[in-house]
């Protein structure tokens, strides 16, 4: 049981709480705590009307809480600043063993909490709280977080800045404000974040319509992951985040300053525009040093970032707005990319970066538009770009001779990067695209010849996390047979069984916990959460020259392509036209790319040759071009999927 509600009595500027100990002024101005016998439990009373509990509730004005500790156990808070306060300081405590936060403060404003430690907290969160951080103030504004240590909290630690309102309270589960509450003018200084599981180091986050957080500043802080550690509520996840988290709100005028990042499990400052209609604006990230951050690969980057802008792949009328960031004299160390930008994010100024990393890395990488190129790869691993496509490399180039033909590529997440697959399993790594493992490194024999490959496309989180799969990559055998490397997971195979007909190709679903296998004869097979929406043989055509395979946007359905360019859509794929439907004779389509919206699609040919149906525009092709290889397959630039 969380204690029982306490009489509240007020006596001159004192608070008195039956059942706690008594709160005292010491000197004008001052206020100190005695401490409940060591080893007591703690008393909880209620935090206002957040439904959350506290130790100690702070309502005085122009009042400073010092040199006291906190045991908060039982306790959803340890010390709660409730509305209207103003003037309070809170200096040189100790706050442990909370369920939820170790300082709440909400609705108030010039508060500030300093020199404090507040460790361990967090150690059985409540449902229902968005931002559950050791410090965490929302609606609060002229206020300041300095010289703090942050560690050791069990469960979304660090320190948060968010505004509150009276349809969502970010920091706790029962929303009690009856105003919307702007964050403005906070200043989060000096602090020392480490070893906070399950939660971002230094958050700046608008959750209200009409409210907002703005001109706030993290400055010289120092923020520490665990790169490889995961505790119960997930890893150190460290980082700076500045974000947009419901439809409609803002975020402007934010200041990265001097701070340190390093070892985070996402990127190590991330900016992000995450609802319908929200803005991030004005964010200066300048004289930052990072390092090692992104270890987890779940955001920007499939490889280590720095610093990543992103905007969630939201279509018009009501895509987020992230624009005017700059990003200046940061020094970044052991990145593979230091500034990631994803599509539709404008403005950014980039200068005066000191940046240093592995072979192949980049300063700033911008995602292209999604639909705005396709690739082309030979099956002497030629590979042949066309519009906004970005080119990474070849076999050729590199003088590499494949034992094997190529038979496919498949492009990573934020379309920095490409694998190419060979008929012997073989696989080839570049850009942003990370080596988890071939077939002949892993099998001594093969049972068929490699036929395709499939990206993981979607990761939420780490491995594990429902609904996540993980980086990884799938590759499949005409018997059937599905060899998984990285982090995915094999949902089932055919290897074993009587086939009609050879297996020619292989997708994902969206989420990546499941896939879809194609025979020559047009027969589909699901493993894992895809479904089955038909097939031909199923619906009494009879052909034997499939060749590809491509899913729906939302995996409600796919597209079947011929080889001669007969395209067939079950489920929710649409049809928008095909080759014999045009009058065109060919007998060397080799797969089928969609358009990020499904609304349409391209075919490829093995003599380079591009045909573009639906909204799929064409950027160009190999045909009527020599080729010292025929074309095997190619992908389109896609829709960039981020956590």
């Not at 040189?92 to 460790?119: C, L, M, P, R, Y």
């Not at 660090?158 to 200043?187: F, L, N, Q, R």
């Not at 691993?381 to 970005?390: A, L, N, T």
């Not at 089928?592 to 391209?602: E, F, L, S």
Request: net charge negative; glycine share 18%; aromatic share 8%.
């Amino acid at each position: 049981m969380r204690g029982k509600r306490k009489l509240r009595l007020w006596i001159g500027n004192a608070v008195v709480l039956a059942g706690l100990p008594v709160v005292t002024l010491a000197g004008a101005g001052g206020m100190a705590l005695d401490q409940a016998p060591a080893g007591a439990a703690a008393t909880c009373v209620p935090a206002g009307t957040t439904g959350l509990t506290a130790v100690k509730v702070v309502t005085a004005s122009t009042s400073t809480l010092s040199g006291t500790t906190i045991s908060a156990t039982g306790c959803d808070v340890g010390i709660y600043v409730a509305p209207t306060t103003s003037g309070v300081t809170i200096k040189g405590v100790t706050v442990t063993g909370a369920n939820d936060h170790g300082i709440f403060v909400q609705d108030a404003s010039s508060i500030t909490i300093e020199t404090s430690t507040v460790k361990n907290n967090g150690v059985a969160p409540t449902k229902g709280i968005s931002e559950n951080k050791a410090i965490e103030l929302v609606g609060t504004s002229t206020s300041t977080v300095k010289g703090n240590t942050v560690t050791g909290n069990v469960a979304d630690g660090g320190i948060g800045i968010a505004d509150d309102g009276p349809t969502v309270d970010p920091g706790a589960p029962k929303p009690s404000a009856t105003v919307p509450h702007a964050s403005k003018t906070d200043i989060v200084s000096t602090n020392t974040v480490t070893g906070n599981y399950g939660g971002c180091g230094i958050v700046f986050a608008s959750y209200v319509p009409g409210a907002g957080v703005s001109d706030l500043t993290a400055i010289g802080n120092t923020i520490i992951g665990a790169p490889g550690q995961f505790g119960p509520h997930g890893p150190v996840i460290g980082q700076i985040v500045v974000a947009t988290d419901a439809p409609s709100t803002t975020v402007s005028g934010v200041d990265i300053t001097s701070n340190v990042v390093t070892g985070s499990f996402l990127s190590g400052i991330t900016v992000h525009a995450n609802a319908p209609m929200d803005s991030i604006t004005g964010t200066t990230i300048k004289g930052n040093t990072l390092s090692a951050n992104n270890w987890g690969d779940v955001n920007g980057a499939p490889r280590t970032d720095a610093i990543a802008l992103e905007i969630n792949p939201i279509p018009p009328p009501v895509t987020p707005v992230l624009s005017s960031t700059e990003v200046l004299d940061n020094t970044i160390k052991g990145q593979y990319v230091g500034i990631w930008q994803g599509p539709r994010v404008t403005g950014t100024t980039v200068s005066g970066n000191s940046f240093s990393g592995p072979p192949g890395a980049r300063l700033f990488y911008q995602v292209p538009p999604p639909g705005s190129g396709y690739w082309q790869v030979g099956r002497d691993g030629g590979v042949f770009s066309f519009g906004r496509s970005p080119f990474y490399g070849s076999l050729p180039a590199l003088g590499i001779h494949p034992a094997a033909p190529i038979v496919g590529m498949a492009v990573t997440r934020d379309q920095g990067g490409y694998y190419l697959v060979g008929a012997d399993g073989g696989v080839f790594s570049f850009g942003d695209a990370k080596f988890f493992g071939s077939v002949p490194a892993s099998h001594s024999t093969l049972s068929a010849p490699i036929v395709g490959m499939a990206m993981a496309p979607v990761v939420f989180g780490p491995p594990g996390t429902p609904g996540t799969n993980g980086l990884g990559y799938w590759l499949v055998g005409s018997d059937g047979n599905v060899y998984p490397f990285g982090q995915v997971k094999s949902f089932g195979s055919l290897a074993g069984r009587h086939l009609n007909a050879p297996v020619v190709g292989m997708v994902p679903t969206p989420d990546g916990l499941g896939y879809w296998l194609v025979a020559a004869d047009g027969g589909v097979f699901t493993f894992g959460d895809a479904a089955f929406y038909g097939s031909l043989p199923g619906i009494g055509v009879h052909v034997s020259d499939i060749v590809g395979i491509a899913p729906t946007p939302d995996g409600h359905g796919y597209w079947l392509v011929g080889k001669d360019g007969g395209v067939f859509g079950f489920g929710d794929a649409a049809f928008y036209g095909s080759l014999p439907g045009i009058g065109v004779h060919v007998s060397d389509i080799v797969g089928i790319a969609p358009t990020p919206d499904g609304h349409g699609y391209w075919l490829m040919g093995a003599d380079g040759g591009v045909f573009s149906f639906g909204d799929a525009r064409f950027y160009g092709s190999m045909g009527g071009t020599h080729l010292n290889a025929p074309v095997a397959g190619g992908a389109a630039v896609g829709v960039t999927v981020t956590g």
